[in-house]
Nanobody, 124 residues
């Protein structure tokens, strides 16, 4: 059974930084495309960023472009999301997700594997 576990959420002031991590298990199970989504209170879950297995291709939501950076370590079967210049509107539960086959996409319907989420709160 594939499991994704996020960590690194917390409370930060506006302008600050946080780094989220996601560990996939079992470590021998390769997930080609991995991404991050978020859901703010009272809103729909939305795409944040995604990355291919090689790391050569990434996609970012316009709202986080230039502030967030997605990366992965295939040897450890982990992916990270470095979040800088955080804004109060970044407050949300952040979910790690992935799927094995097909081109990189921001369509959450393609993502077969999901973590439980980690809360990020940005105070003004």
């Amino acid at each position: 059974q594939v499991q994704l576990v996020e960590s690194g959420g917390g409370l930060v002031q506006a302008g600050g930084s946080l780094r989220l991590s996601c560990a996939a298990s079992p470590r021998t199970f390769s997930i080609n495309n991995m991404g991050w989504f978020r859901q703010a209170p009272g809103k729909e879950r939305e795409f944040v960023a995604a990355i291919t297995w090689s790391g050569d291709w990434t996609i970012y939501a316009d709202s986080v472009k230039g502030r967030f950076t997605i990366s992965r370590d295939n040897a450890k079967n982990t992916e990270d999301l470095q979040m800088n210049s955080l804004k109060p509107e970044d407050t949300a539960i952040y979910y790690c997700a992935g799927y094995r086959f097909g081109a990189l996409s921001l369509d959450q319907r393609l993502y077969a594997y999901w973590g439980q989420g980690t809360l990020v709160t940005v105070s003004s």
